[in-house]
C-alpha cells in the first residue's frame, strides 16, 4: 500500500468521531484522580506524568500483542488455501487474546479492553466496508483489491463469531491489530498510533473530568504527548509474544515479551469500581 493510501486511512483513524467506545474509558485516571494523586502538584504536571506512566505500561503490555497479531493477519492474502490459513490465524489470534486476558491484571481493565476491542471489529465490518456506491469508487486493481478484501471480510466475521460464542475475548490490542491489518496499515504506522490514540483518550477523560481544560490538553497533545509516543513506540517496537514463533531459541518473554511496569497502575484501576460516583467505566 502507497503512503498517500496509508496517510488517508491514519486521518480517518484518528477521527475522534469513530464509533469504538473509547470515550467511556479512563484507562484508571479517574480513580488516579479519586484517590488524591493529582491533588499535591499542578495540574499539567500530574497529567503529564499519568500519562507517562501509562503509555509506558500499556506499550510494554499491549504492543507485543498488536505486532504478533498484525503479523498474523498480514500472512493471509493467499485465496487458494484460504481454508487452511483462515483456521490457523483464528488459532493464533486466539492464543494471543487468550494470552491477553490472562496478562491483564483487573477486571475493570479487562471489561473496557473487550467493550472496545469488539466494536473495533464492528467498524470494520459496517464502517470500511465499501459503500453499495462502489462504482464511484477507482480502484486500480479491482480483482487483487476486491479479493483481499473478502479474505479480510470473511477473516473478521469469524473472529466476530468466536466472541460471540465467548470462545474468545476479544481484546483491544489484538482486534486494533486486526483491523489495521486488515486495512493494511504498517505495523510501524499501527503501533504508533495506537499508543497516540491510547494518550489522546487519557487527555479527553481528563478534560471531562474537570482536571485540565481543551486548549490545555491540546498543548499536552502538541509538545509533551509526542516525544512520550515516539519513545515508547521505538522502545517497544521488537517486543513479541513469542506464540507466533514457540521454537524460537533466541527470544526471552523477560526481555522480549510482555509485562506489566506500572503496578500502582493496576492498583488504582481495578478500584474504580469502588468509587461512590463515576463518569467513566474504567
Known sequence: MDDDTQAYILLLLSDGNLPTGSFVASAGLESYIAHGFAASIPALDSTTN????SLSSYARSALPFVHDAHEAVSRLGNWEILDDYLESTLNQLKALDELYENMTLNHVTRRASKTQGVALLTLYSRGFSKPLLSQYVTQTDPSMEEQRD???AKLVDCFKLEIRREETPGHLPVCWAVLTAALGLSKERTRFLHLFLHARSLLSASVRLNTIGPYAAQQLLSHAVRPLVQAEATKCR?????????SDADFNDTVDGPAVTWPLGEILAARHDLQHSRIFNS
Open 150 to 152: 473478502a479474505v479480510m
Open 238 to 246: 521488537d517486543l513479541k509474544t513469542g506464540i507466533l514463533s514457540p
Open 50 to 53: 499519568f500519562i507517562r506512566d
